[in-house]
């Protein structure tokens, strides 16, 4: 059985509602801003092949 996100960690919750909506309303608003998924992918990359 899967845990719910409340379940695995209670401040979950406030923080969809302020920081993750915030994000989206802002992204909606200005899709300019967002960074796509092939420079996220890239970077996470770079950043395992350089790690110690």
């Known amino acids: 059985m899967r845990e719910s996100i409340e379940d ?3 401040s979950t919750e406030p923080w969809l509602f302020t920081e993750v ?3 989206y309303d802002s992204l909606k608003a200005d899709p ?3 960074i ?3 420079v996220v ?3 996470f990359a770079d950043k395992w ?3 110690p």
């Open 36 to 38: 796509p998924s092939d």
């Open 32 to 34: 300019s801003r967002a």
């Open 41 to 43: 992918r890239a970077h």
């Open 21 to 23: 909506a915030d994000a």
């Open 49 to 51: 092949m350089t790690r």
């Open 8 to 10: 695995v960690d209670p």
